[in-house]
């Protein structure tokens, strides 16, 4: 525990000491017995600074991440448009066809860069689609090629999302969230939100 914490504390417990003696709060204190009271005060202080502990501890293991949707992504010919037939490399993800879009998404914790991480540690949570839409999933190893997934950067990461069954895009608004969780128990997530256009 850090010094000024202790001297909060024993701040605290110093004001107690009077207020209690004086009978300023005798409630539940039997008189005459002044150091119950403060004992009880200080286990109260203790228990409010383990609860600040454990928030602390939370926050410090919390990540940031920031994504970013290119639902044009197959207009340059990039391999991972070009290995199914259900993709239609050459134009962006419209609703006659079932492109990959593509998510970059930035990882940091306190400002830090996390590197280090696989696809394993990405997981999509659909939010919303439109009206007889499917389910988004990440595009794998198979239909995206083994480039489906990779670290563009220090802590910046490219992955790419289909419909699960690889059937065309509904034109409409999708969300989700995509949330991310490191080898060392941090956690964070970002909301996506991708915009299909009509043919």
């Not at 949707?69 to 340059?76: G, H, M, S, Y």
């Not at 939010?127 to 389910?135: I, Q």
Request: aromatic share 8%; with cysteine; proline share 7%.
């Amino acid at each position: 525990m850090k010094i000024p914490t202790l001297l909060a504390l024993a701040c605290a417990v110093a004001i107690a000491i009077p207020l209690r003696m004086a009978g300023a709060d005798p409630e539940g204190y039997p008189s005459g017995k002044p150091f119950q009271a403060i004992e009880a005060d200080f286990d109260s202080l203790q228990e409010a600074v383990d609860g600040l502990s454990g928030d602390l501890q939370s926050l410090s293991q919390a990540l940031t991440v920031e994504v970013t949707v290119d639902t044009e992504v197959c207009i340059p010919f990039p391999v991972q448009c070009g290995s199914n037939p259900a993709f239609d490399n050459g134009v962006a993800a419209n609703n006659g066809n079932a492109n990959p879009v593509h998510l970059v998404a930035t990882v940091s914790r306190g400002g830090v860069p996390v590197t280090g991480l696989t696809l394993a540690d990405f997981q999509f949570i659909v939010g919303t689609v439109p009206a007889g839409g499917s389910a988004l999933v990440f595009c794998d190893a198979v239909d995206c090629t083994e480039n489906n997934f990779g670290e563009a950067g220090t802590g910046v990461y490219r992955m790419f999302l289909v419909t699960f069954d690889l059937s065309d895009w509904d034109d409409g608004v999708y969300t989700g969230a995509l949330s991310v969780t490191d080898p060392e128990g941090g956690n964070g997530f970002a909301l996506v939100s991708l915009t299909i256009p009509p043919i």
